[in-house]
């Protein structure tokens, strides 16, 4: 993983991409492409590259976005009161994206967390590519 210019990032994100990873928007449920997406990898965030999740943590909670048992990396939280509700909103620390929000009602045997991520914040590295993506390092965590 090397360095970001996040003005040169921001440029090459389609407008959904764009939308919910600085506006905070929300994809609409079913639609993205990670959400029944189950190949072994990492998800990094779309604009900075930092690894988020792994695919061993993924699951398919029935939200409509994927779900995530715990990152691989410590995130930002932040509390969100839009639309009415009371809300924990999950961020990338490097790229200050939005990825989602966090929930309390993720499986148990895993720690009772739920990450809803929407799939317009995330890019997938696969695990034959993690190498040569400048990912390599989290090659153990498929071994």
């Known amino acids: 993983m090397t360095t970001f210019n996040k003005n040169e990032a921001l440029k090459k994100l389609s ?7 600085q506006n905070a928007a929300t994809e609409h449920p079913f639609t993205g492409k990670y959400d029944d997406f189950y190949q072994d990898g990492i998800y990094v965030d779309i604009v900075s590259g930092e690894p988020l999740f ?11 976005w994927p779900s ?3 990152p691989i990396k410590k995130l930002a939280y932040k509390r969100d009161q839009s639309f009415g509700m009371e809300r924990t909103e999950v961020r990338s620390p490097e790229g200050d994206s939005h990825l989602g929000h966090i ?16 799939s317009a914040a995330l890019r997938f ?19």
């Not at 792994?54 to 409509?64: I, L, V, W």
């Not at 696969?126 to 400048?134: N, Q, R, T, W, Y």
């Open 125 to 143: 590295i696969s695990v034959a590519d993690l190498e040569k993506e400048g990912y390599g390092q989290y090659q153990e965590l498929f071994q």
């Open 54 to 64: 792994s695919s061993k943590d993924k699951y398919d909670a029935g939200c409509g």
């Open 15 to 21: 407008q959904l991409e764009y939308e919910v990873t």
């Open 103 to 118: 929930f309390a009602d993720g499986p148990v045997e895993a720690g009772g967390m739920r990450y809803c991520i929407n």
């Open 68 to 70: 995530f048992t715990q």
